[in-house]
């Protein structure tokens, strides 16, 4: 089975972005898929042998946007340097990355972090 993990959205932001008027801790706030990378390998990559990564996402910085390169090591990305204001952008935006060739496409944020090994979960594969 060949697969697609497709990420979209920021990889690297220091501000919060909630919207909710709920307090929350902000003492943690922001995103860093660097912090979830390790968990990405165990939990989802190392389940599969034949995949491909896509990614779409706004650009941090050039040392920390090679390091997310030389991470996932995408078939195709796309970084820009301006933020878009609709979250729907970045999502069409990797989606347009993704071949058809795939049996499966996972659609991943970059600060998912999984609690059970992609295996666990329920996927027909078959439908």
Wanted: with cysteine.
């Amino acid at each position: 089975m060949k697969v697609a993990f497709c990420y979209r959205g920021e990889y690297y932001r220091t501000q919060f972005r909630h919207r909710s008027k709920e307090k929350f801790d902000r003492s943690n706030t922001g995103s860093n898929f660097f912090n979830n990378f390790d968990n990405h390998l165990d939990y989802i990559f190392s389940k599969f042998r034949d995949y491909d990564v896509f990614l779409h996402t706004y650009s941090y910085n050039d040392s920390f946007d090679q390091k997310l390169l030389n991470a996932l090591k995408p078939k195709k990305y796309i970084i820009e340097k301006q933020k878009h204001k609709a979250i729907a952008h970045s999502i069409i935006e990797s989606s347009k990355l993704v071949d058809t060739q795939y049996d499966f496409i996972f659609n991943l944020r970059y600060d998912t972090l999984f609690l059970k090994e992609i295996s666990e979960l329920k996927i027909d594969y078959d439908l």
